[in-house]
């Protein structure tokens, strides 16, 4: 067990981000667009953050203190009960693999992280394989990330499967593709039977992959906001039809007292934005994406559009977390991949960096 506190992962991010952030600067468009052929950093990076994140010490408190509580109950056979084999059943298969394996808490958290770790690689692989050092360091920075690797673990998981999926739904040229199409729909279904939740992830995917449109989900996400402040009680059992996830009314009732902001999150729908205006800039007003950054940010603006209608739910970050979990691809995608500007490295780095301290002042 390695010395550990969240600053140490901060500090390593923020070390990374900076260096990456200062190289991207002093890169021409051209540089930025041919990338690395051989992204080995990236793949180091990646390998120690897993390692990292999988040896840390559990939590005295949140989701990760419950969890390894209810596993080493079962694990010393006071508690006989794992639930969720009906609704969430691959959460509950990897969680009884770990029980007989007779790995201990910690053990069982590394294959988590796993999965975490290696389901947004899988991503970043197929979709910037040239910039995956510079692409994977703009994931770790993103604000939710390390919460979701250590806390929120489920729908961490549920989300790096899922993105994993899209992955291969993106690189799937047309219906007839049978492999990719394959790939995508497992990961997608065992996504969603981790996290009820990434249903909705995987129906927006879905629907982004046979219907892409450039302008019809910003009209969508646009509608969505002007009904969010409303929060009334049809929106309220709106969202939790779309999100399918009975924590809804866990969440509904929760004491907000440990809570510093409560009610209609404008910072949460203002961080939520930037993606919604940076993709429309790119998509419609510079017409310079193709179809597979289309899909993705389709699914981002459509699951971040069902967010909107229940973001005055306390804890609704969980919830925003099934469309920010693609967050960082949506910002650095045409960075690695289309022509925007002369000064794109600057621009890159400039975003890097100013995510990276969003990130910490939020910390």
Same mark, same amino acid.
Request: glycine letters at 6%; a positive charge.
């Given at each position: 067990?390695?010395?550990?506190?969240?600053?140490?992962?901060?500090?390593?991010?923020?070390?990374?981000?900076?260096?990456?952030?200062?190289? /991207?600067?002093?890169?021409?468009?051209?540089?930025?667009?041919?990338?690395?052929? &051989?992204?080995?950093?990236?793949?180091? #990076?990646?390998?120690?953050?897993?390692? &990292?994140?999988?040896?840390?010490?559990?939590?005295?408190?949140?989701?990760?203190? @419950?969890?390894?509580?209810?596993?080493?109950? $079962?694990?010393?056979?006071?508690?006989?009960?794992?639930?969720?084999?009906?609704?969430?059943?691959?959460?509950?298969?990897?969680?009884?693999?770990?029980?007989?394996?007779? /790995?201990?808490?910690?053990?069982?958290?590394?294959?988590?992280?796993?999965?975490?770790?290696?389901?947004?690689?899988?991503?970043?692989?197929?979709?910037?394989?040239?910039?995956?050092?510079?692409?994977?360091?703009?994931?770790?920075?993103?604000?939710?990330?390390?919460?979701?690797?250590?806390?929120?673990?489920?729908?961490?998981?549920?989300?790096?499967?899922?993105?994993?999926?899209?992955?291969?739904?993106?690189?799937?040229?047309?219906?007839?593709?049978?492999?990719?199409?394959?790939?995508? $729909?497992?990961?997608?279904?065992? +996504?969603?039977?981790?996290?009820?939740? /990434?249903?909705?992830?995987?129906?927006?995917?879905?629907?982004?992959?046979?219907?892409? +449109?450039?302008?019809?989900?910003?009209?969508?996400?646009?509608?969505?906001?002007?009904?969010?402040?409303? +929060?009334?009680?049809?929106?309220?059992?709106?969202?939790?039809?779309?999100?399918?996830?009975?924590?809804?009314? &866990?969440?509904?009732?929760?004491?907000?007292?440990?809570?510093?902001?409560?009610?209609?999150?404008?910072?949460?729908?203002?961080?939520?934005?930037?993606?919604?205006? %940076?993709? %429309?800039?790119?998509?419609?007003?510079?017409? @310079?994406?193709?179809?597979?950054?289309?899909?993705?940010?389709?699914?981002?603006?459509?699951?971040?559009?069902?967010?909107?209608?229940?973001?005055?739910?306390?804890?609704?970050?969980?919830?925003?977390?099934? +469309?920010?979990?693609? &967050?960082?691809?949506?910002?650095?995608?045409? #960075?690695?991949? /289309?022509?925007?500007?002369?000064?794109?490295?600057?621009?890159?780095?400039?975003?890097?960096?100013?995510?990276?301290?969003?990130?910490?002042?939020?910390?």
């Amino acid at each position: 067990m390695i010395p550990y506190s969240s600053h140490n992962w901060f500090f390593f991010m923020t070390i990374c981000a900076f260096v990456c952030a200062f190289i /991207m600067c002093l890169r021409s468009r051209k540089q930025m667009l041919r990338g690395n052929k &051989y992204p080995i950093l990236g793949i180091i #990076l990646l390998i120690l953050s897993w390692w &990292y994140t999988g040896v840390r010490p559990i939590n005295k408190e949140g989701d990760s203190a @419950l969890y390894s509580t209810i596993y080493n109950l $079962v694990l010393r056979h006071e508690w006989t009960d794992i639930k969720g084999f009906e609704s969430e059943g691959f959460w509950a298969t990897v969680e009884y693999a770990c029980l007989n394996a007779r /790995m201990s808490a910690s053990q069982w958290f590394q294959v988590i992280a796993g999965f975490y770790f290696f389901g947004f690689g899988v991503a970043i692989w197929k979709w910037m394989r040239r910039n995956f050092t510079s692409a994977f360091i703009f994931t770790i920075s993103a604000m939710s990330f390390w919460a979701y690797a250590t806390n929120g673990l489920r729908s961490g998981m549920a989300a790096a499967l899922g993105t994993a999926g899209l992955a291969f739904f993106t690189n799937a040229k047309n219906p007839k593709d049978i492999l990719s199409i394959a790939i995508a $729909v497992t990961l997608m279904f065992l +996504s969603s039977i981790t996290h009820n939740s /990434m249903w909705l992830f995987f129906a927006a995917s879905l629907a982004a992959w046979l219907l892409p +449109s450039k302008k019809m989900p910003y009209y969508v996400w646009g509608v969505c906001l002007l009904l969010s402040p409303l +929060s009334g009680s049809l929106i309220m059992e709106l969202g939790e039809e779309l999100i399918s996830d009975m924590r809804l009314a &866990y969440y509904q009732d929760a004491d907000m007292t440990i809570f510093s902001h409560n009610g209609w999150r404008w910072d949460f729908i203002l961080y939520s934005t930037i993606p919604v205006v %940076w993709s %429309w800039y790119i998509i419609n007003k510079r017409k @310079l994406a193709d179809k597979r950054y289309i899909i993705i940010t389709e699914v981002y603006v459509l699951c971040n559009a069902a967010w909107l209608l229940v973001n005055s739910v306390p804890f609704s970050n969980r919830f925003a977390y099934i +469309s920010w979990c693609i &967050y960082p691809f949506v910002m650095c995608y045409p #960075l690695f991949k /289309m022509r925007i500007s002369k000064y794109q490295g600057l621009i890159g780095g400039a975003m890097l960096a100013f995510f990276t301290v969003f990130t910490l002042l939020l910390a």
